[in-house]
């Protein structure tokens, strides 16, 4: 009887230790597939345990843990802009009930998109339109796809705000030294910075110039007839004013008005 019985033990612990991982592949990316860095990449993971059931397939890039799902479909999302140029790794892992693992690896390369003036951009959440371009249109300029009408201020003194070029300076300098709800048309900007987006800004005088120069390709829809566009460069001779451009004219002169009239403002963002 002893000897029946360790007979029996053997076969259930020779059945059990035949639990084989479960099967698990890639159907969408394939291998070495090629996307941009504006592109959202959508995984979806085959996975089937012959023997028992799959508790949860998890997704990895390069090593790190993404997401893992427990029921069908095994679908993933990576949103634009979460991976990096280059090339990455992604891993899916299968789990059974029994805790065996199965596995799959492919490679995908990211490509960064190259962009024109005037082509919409959509990336990681932020959205806009771009007006200028750098380094062969990898990199540049955004603007806001939304304007408004706002103040520069809420009074007339003097700032020192008076970059040309460097409209984040000019942020800073209004953000560290002010209070920015005295400075509506700053704040306005400033509110697009949110949900772990950063960057916006209240462009300086020449940004705004650069932006002009390109008004025929953009899709401004302004929210008033008003076309006057605020700076965030206060006129240094005047300091009760403010640069501006008037988008309805072409004159390439520097343009100023009083910081206390509504005139409309644009955020714009490097990229």
């Not at 035949?18 to 099967?23: F, I, Q, V, Y």
């Not at 990211?110 to 082509?119: E, H, Q, S």
């Not at 339109?129 to 300029?141: E, P, R, S």
């Amino acid at each position: 009887m002893a000897k029946l019985n360790i007979v029996i033990f053997a076969c259930i612990v020779a059945l059990t230790s035949c639990n084989k991982a479960p099967d698990c592949s890639f159907e969408s990316p394939k291998d070495k597939d090629i996307f941009s860095t504006s592109d959202s990449i959508v995984v979806t993971i085959n996975a089937e345990d012959k023997k028992g059931s799959v508790t949860e397939v998890s997704l990895h890039i390069d090593n790190n843990l993404f997401e893992t799902i427990k029921y069908t479909p095994y679908q993933f999302t990576i949103p634009s802009g979460t991976l990096s140029e280059g090339s990455h790794t992604l891993k899916a892992t299968a789990t059974d009930n029994e805790g065996a693992v199965g596995e799959a690896t492919i490679t995908i390369t990211v490509n960064p998109k190259i962009y024109a003036v005037g082509d919409m951009y959509d990336v990681g959440g932020v959205k806009g339109q771009v007006y200028k371009i750098t380094d062969g249109g990898k990199h540049g300029m955004i603007i806001s796809l939304d304007n408004s009408i706002v103040r520069w201020s809420t009074d007339i003194n003097a700032t020192n705000i008076q970059s040309l070029d460097d409209g984040v300076a000019n942020m800073s300098k209004v953000k560290s030294s002010f209070d920015i709800n005295n400075f509506p048309a700053f704040k306005w900007c400033d509110d697009k910075n949110v949900d772990g987006i950063t960057g916006w800004y209240l462009p300086a005088i020449n940004e705004v110039v650069d932006m002009h120069s390109v008004r025929d390709q953009l899709d401004i829809n302004f929210s008033s007839t008003e076309r006057m566009v605020w700076s965030s460069t206060e006129v240094p001779t005047e300091t009760e004013s403010a640069h501006v451009k008037l988008f309805n004219q072409d004159s390439p002169i520097l343009q100023k008005t009083g910081k206390l009239r509504s005139v409309v403002v644009i955020a714009v963002k490097k990229f």
